[in-house]
């Protein structure tokens, strides 16, 4: 035998209602959040009481990308040099003498 669940109309109005007052008092929260704590994107700063001569390594000052090698065509040069000698095979096969 089937079961019938029965959703009331008042439980569905209350739940609606539920979800725009999370949704409005949350972004409320977030808004207020921004405001009062904003986010600071840098290096963090040390806890007080350590010592604050240290300092964080500074990024290296060569930014210089060095120069390529000379390009090395010999393995294309063996590819079209075998590509030329099989052309040169295939027309003389293919004449008719």
């Known amino acids: 035998m089937g ?4 959703i009331s109309l008042p ?3 209350f739940c609606i209602l539920l979800g725009f007052g999370c949704y409005f008092l949350g972004r ?4 207020q959040d ?3 704590n904003a986010q600071i994107y840098g ?7 350590t ?9 290296p000052q060569n930014h210089f990308k060095p120069p ?3 390009a090395d065509n010999s ?3 063996y590819v079209i040099f075998n590509f030329l000698k099989l052309a040169v095979i295939l027309s003389i096969g293919c004449m008719d003498v």
């Open 51 to 59: 010592d604050t001569a240290f300092s964080y390594p500074s990024p």
């Open 11 to 13: 439980f569905i109005l």
């Open 3 to 6: 079961m019938v669940v029965v």
């Open 68 to 70: 390529a090698p000379a």
């Open 28 to 31: 409320a929260k977030g808004r």
């Open 75 to 77: 393995a294309n040069e």
């Open 43 to 49: 290096i963090p700063t040390p806890p007080p009481g």
């Open 34 to 36: 921004v405001k009062t």
